[in-house]
């Protein structure tokens, strides 16, 4: 299907350069998402000839502590997360961006509870976004009022540079909608099935981009723990392509925030990550484990900057035997998880189905106790800080 796509992407779009990629960072080093051809981004990539640059062990990092207790001190808040320079609502339902579908694969099993898709759009370096950031999809047609389709937001699932490296694409993860109502009639949602049915050249109305909630922070050296569940891992593929499967040495940047970063000398464009990213991942079943080829490249090449776990609910259990979701597999590293919560680098997204947010918090609620500490305030304090950020639905 993906060398069929990648085809059908040449006769569609052939000034779309495919095979001579800008030398921003260095595309040898990327590995395609399931289901693509790995010479889809330019070239045949094997195992050695994968590039990447030597970076310390977590133990060499200087930490700060954050207090025990809550502080009610009133402070001067410094912007931790990288928003100079972001652009945003650059285009409205109104006047969207009319980009088209270069690439749309299935990426989860033939037995997997429901259909997702990555794909990835064009847009000729027009929508400018970062890591984080999410886009709207203005389906075509009228709803039930005669109305025009309202748009419907999505995390976007690829790194600024795009899955091709050249700024001039923005890639999404989809599942697609489908369930049975009161009446026993099977209910398709609207833009879901819009998205997973789209063929390359076709054509997709985009707004935005959108937030500021999930960017990614300044600091190179910062502890970043996602936390995602199923299509919820979009924006972490963002961060982690940014993290380990780019180079920023001469990190190129859209002409509409050059002029304010050059201004305030943003460290975070020209990035080599140092840190420790962490990635939790939550799925009903392993045949849905959503760009598990990508994540285990990296925990292969950077054993000491990153970390992988997945919750596989229908098919594992813990030691009591409960059913292994999310904060369940979060449980086993409880102390551990706390004490990073504890230091002033550590930041925390959170991207998925709401329901995940309560059994993270009743771990977190036991662990705050030990120490008597009241986890609401703490999180709050968090949330002021920047370093705990949430994006459920």
Not at 109 to 114: C, I, N, R, S, V
Not at 137 to 145: R, T, W
Not at 280 to 294: A, D, I, R
Request: glycine content about 8%; proline content about 5%; aromatic content about 10%.
């Amino acid at each position: 299907m993906a060398a069929l796509a990648a085809a059908s992407v040449a006769a569609i779009h052939s000034s779309h350069s495919l095979g001579q990629l800008p030398p921003v960072a260095e595309r040898s080093d990327r590995v395609g998402f399931p289901g693509a051809s790995k010479s889809f981004f330019g070239g045949k990539i094997s195992s050695s000839d994968l590039t990447y640059s030597h970076r310390p062990s977590p133990s060499t990092w200087n930490f700060s502590v954050r207090a025990a207790a809550v502080s009610t001190e009133t402070v001067e808040k410094v912007k931790k997360k990288n928003e100079e320079g972001v652009v945003t609502n650059l285009f409205r339902p109104k006047e969207p961006y009319v980009g088209r579908c270069l690439l749309n694969t299935k990426i989860v099993g033939d037995d997997a509870p429901g259909e997702t898709w990555h794909m990835v759009f064009t847009t000729e370096g027009k929508v400018p976004y970062r890591e984080g950031q999410s886009i709207g999809i203005v389906p075509p047609g009228l709803d039930a009022k005669g109305k025009p389709q309202k748009l419907r937001l999505y995390s976007i699932a690829s790194s600024a540079p795009g899955d091709f490296g050249d700024y001039k694409t923005v890639s999404l993860c989809v599942k697609r909608l489908v369930y049975v109502n009161d009446k026993g009639e099977e209910v398709k949602g609207v833009c879901s099935n819009f998205l997973c049915d789209l063929k390359p050249g076709d054509e997709v109305s985009i707004t935005g981009p959108v937030g500021k909630e999930m960017l990614m922070p300044v600091d190179p050296n910062a502890t970043i723990i996602m936390l995602g569940t199923g299509t919820g891992i979009a924006p972490f593929r963002g961060f982690l392509w940014r993290m380990f499967f780019e180079k920023h040495d001469d990190y190129k940047v859209s002409s509409l925030h050059k002029r304010s970063l050059l201004k305030s000398k943003q460290e975070c464009w020209l990035w080599q990550f140092n840190g420790l990213a962490w990635l939790f991942l939550g799925v009903p079943t392993s045949s849905s484990l959503l760009y598990k080829e990508e994540f285990e490249k990296m925990k292969e090449k950077f054993p000491n900057n990153f970390n992988l776990d997945f919750a596989v609910s229908r098919e594992q259990t813990n030691a009591k035997g409960e059913k292994m979701y999310i904060q369940t597999r979060m449980a086993e590293y409880a102390e551990q998880l706390w004490d990073l919560l504890k230091k002033d680098n550590t930041y925390v997204y959170m991207c998925g189905l709401k329901g995940m947010e309560k059994g993270i918090d009743d771990i977190m609620t036991s662990l705050a106790a030990k120490e008597g500490i009241d986890w609401a305030e703490y999180k709050k304090q968090l949330k002021k800080g920047e370093q705990w950020n949430v994006e459920v639905y």
